[in-house]
Each structure stands twice: as C-alpha cells, then as structure tokens.
C-alpha cells in the first residue's frame, strides 16, 4: 500500500497578474486485468506563453488517464510499448479542443510527465522539463533530464507537432518503492542541477515523515505540503506553479 502526499501551489508571478496555477497533476491506483495494481502519477505544466496552458495541461492529465485505464484493463504493463499512441491521443484532442474554439494547438501547451507503478515493474515517460526521482531500496536517482532544450528558459511540449522526438520512455523490472514527481517551478531546490541528480535535502525530510506516517496523516500532510510550496522560503527561489508528488511504500514505526 502507496502512502501518497501532493499539491500544487500558484505561483508568485501568476499571483500578481491574476492568473491561475496551471499545473494539473492526478495520482490514482488502477487494477489491470490481471488484478495487478498499478500507482499512475502524471504531472503537466501549462506553458506560460499559452492563453490556455492550464486547460492543456488538464486535457493532458485526464486523456492520459483514461487511455491508461484502457490499456491496463486490455493487458499488464509487460506489453505497455503505448506511450506514443497515448500522446498522439492526448494531441487529437487539444487539437480538436483548439479546432473548435478556432486557435492553434500552441494555445494550450504543456509538458508530460508521469509514472506507472507496479509491484516489481514501472513504466516512466517524460516530454518536457520538470522530473522525475525514483528510489529502489536505498538507491535513489532521476529517471530523466529535465530537457530544457538549447536556450535558457525554453523546453518542449507535448502539444509540438515533433513532441514524439522528444519523448523519453524507460521501463524497469526493479522494484520501485519511492517516487517524487514535480514541475519544473521546484526543479531547482529539488535538483542539484550541476550534476542532475536529486538534492537529498530536498527530499529526505519529507519522504522520511511519511515513511512513519498513517494513510490518514498523509491525506492532512497534503495541506502542509501546499503550505510549504507557498512558503516565502520556496517563492524567494521560484516565481513560478508549482507542483509535487511524493509516493512511498517503505514504511517505518514512530520509533523505527
């Protein structure tokens, strides 16, 4: 059983210009057809050049899950070499989306990013900045590169006519037991970004107070995890949405 603590937060440059966050995340179990359950988290990051960049981003989030649901019900992860027909999915209907309220698909871009997680196999798949940190027993590392492309301040989006030349997809057959995904508004207190490896720091403290924690203590912690997201001492180093995802099922006693 995953013990599971998240929440986004609106950033401070979308405060003052009244906007609103545009990260979208879902984290959900779903069963597969052969009763393997399976932990999906997805994250998405409305671009903020897009006027439309959250609804992308939640058009993202809810297709990618649906589709999810479709093919676990049809197969076990073993066979889940779908990724791409997930994006191609999700871009049929921002572009219908967009069709129909006559704008272009770069009106709702987004980046991807997310984790399907079973007993002893994981699929992780990525378009975009923002990351992904997966621990196996004690051995913790990023899944991928925030792919910021060539220039500061710039990344890939799932809504590109080329976003499949930019998707990254990786599976194992480790068992995966901690997992931290979030937008690139953290990337930097989460990443020791000289090395691109994870700030333990960042991490360990978070990750250590849910380790001993209830399913019921999470739920409460998801409001202090917003809290701290919203801290003076986050928006002192990131002006930007920000989204977290934190997932373990390594578990400790009070005094363990």
């Given at each position: 059983m995953w013990r599971i603590v998240h929440a986004s937060a609106t950033g401070t440059s979308h405060i003052a210009t009244n906007l609103p966050c545009q990260d979208v995340y879902c984290v959900e179990t779903i069963q597969s057809k052969d009763s393997q359950d399976y932990l999906v988290c997805l994250v998405s990051d409305g671009a903020g050049s897009a006027k439309f960049g959250g609804e992308g981003?939640?058009?993202?989030?809810?297709?990618?899950?649906?589709?999810?649901?479709?093919?676990?019900?049809?197969?076990r992860l073993d066979s889940l070499i779908e990724v791409e027909r997930w994006v191609k999915e999700i871009q049929h209907v921002i572009r219908e989306t967009a069709d129909t309220n006559g704008l272009g698909m770069r009106e709702y871009a987004c980046t991807f990013l997310g984790a399907i997680?079973?007993?002893?196999?994981?699929?992780?798949?990525?378009?975009?900045?923002?990351?992904?940190?997966?621990?196996?027993?004690?051995?913790q590392g990023l899944v991928f590169c925030p792919d910021t492309g060539m220039y500061a301040n710039m990344t890939y989006f799932i809504t590109e006519e080329d976003a499949l030349s930019?998707?990254?997809?990786?599976?194992?057959?480790?068992?995966?037991?901690?997992?931290?995904?979030?937008?690139?508004?953290?990337?930097?207190l989460a990443l020791s970004l000289e090395q691109y490896t994870p700030h333990i720091p960042f991490f360990e403290p978070m990750l250590h107070k849910i380790?001993?924690?209830?399913?019921?203590?999470?739920?409460m912690f998801n409001q202090l995890l917003e809290q701290f997201l919203n801290s003076a001492s986050v928006n002192e180093r990131t002006n930007d949405d920000k989204t977290l995802i934190l997932a373990s099922r390594r578990f400790y006693d009070s005094i363990g």
């Open positions: 981003a939640q058009l993202t989030c809810s297709v990618a899950l649906s589709s999810i649901k479709r093919t676990l019900s049809e197969t997680i079973g007993y002893d196999d994981s699929l992780f798949f990525q378009i975009g900045d923002g990351a992904i940190v997966a621990s196996s027993g004690y051995v930019h998707l990254q997809v990786t599976g194992t057959h480790a068992k995966i037991d901690e997992i931290a995904l979030f937008s690139d508004g953290i990337q930097n380790r001993m924690s209830s399913t019921e203590d999470c739920l």
